[in-house]
């Protein structure tokens, strides 16, 4: 069965860090490009940013919101892919999601951001 | 990037049809064949439901079917459902190699 599963959502003081977790099972994860989406309470999709596989280098790329703040990673040896947030504000409170483009999303992980 | 723009809310009888458009710009939905549609209901993930601007992942009902033209991609639901009352999202891949959300669409089933 496919999976993503999300972890390491919490609650933390704003200009605090964060590290999420993404296990994958059930695909070739080493294969796969991976994005981070979130979604704050009672609100739309905002895509996070993106890494692509070994064959293209871990390029990574981010949305305009979070470059320079937020890091995607990714270990193929323990399918997993990680986001980094770092100076996190109050806005980045969300549901983060991470996802292969055309397989089922997990249910996401609960960040706060708050004091 | 700013958000593709989609009507706030969309409504049909059961068994009408109804189509949500997805607006964006010759850097996005204009100028690629990644557009994808996906449905949420409250509470719940997003569901894949179009990929590739008309392609539908198995097990998605042949009752939804996209199509783009110009800077603008379509999402029709035929044979509107009462199970189909969800918010829907379309998404893009852009020019500057990043993805781009919709502002999302509320379908209500009369």
């Known amino acids: 069965e496919v999976q993503l599963v999300e972890s390491g959502g919490g609650l933390v003081q704003p200009g605090g860090s964060l590290k999420l977790s993404c296990a994958a099972s059930g695909f070739t994860f080493s294969g796969s490009s991976i994005h981070w989406v979130r979604q704050a309470s009672g609100k739309g999709l905002e895509w996070v940013g993106r890494?692509?596989?070994?064959?293209?280098?871990?390029?990574?790329t981010y949305a305009a919101s979070v470059k320079g703040r937020f890091t995607i990673s990714r270990d193929d040896s323990k399918n997993t892919a990680y986001l980094q947030m770092s100076s996190l504000r109050t806005e980045d409170t969300a549901v983060y999601f991470c996802?292969?483009?055309?397989?089922?999303w997990g249910q996401g992980t609960l960040v706060t951001v708050s004091s | 990037q700013s958000a593709l723009t989609q009507p706030a809310s969309v409504s049909g009888s059961p068994g009408q049809s109804i189509t949500i458009s997805c607006t964006g710009t010759?850097?996005?939905?204009?100028?690629?064949?990644?557009v994808s549609w996906y449905q949420q209901h409250p509470g719940k993930a997003p569901k894949l439901m179009i990929y590739e601007v008309s392609n539908r992942p198995s097990g998605v009902s042949n009752r939804f079917s996209g199509s783009k033209s110009d800077n603008t991609a379509s999402l029709t639901i035929s044979g509107l459902q009462a199970e189909d009352e969800a918010d829907y999202y379309c998404s893009s891949y852009t020019s500057s190699d990043t993805q781009v959300f919709g502002t999302g669409t509320k379908v209500t089933v009369l």
């Open positions: 996802i292969e483009w055309l397989l089922p």
């Open positions: 010759s850097s996005d939905i204009g100028n690629t064949k990644y």
């Open positions: 890494i692509r596989t070994k064959a293209n280098s871990y390029a990574t």
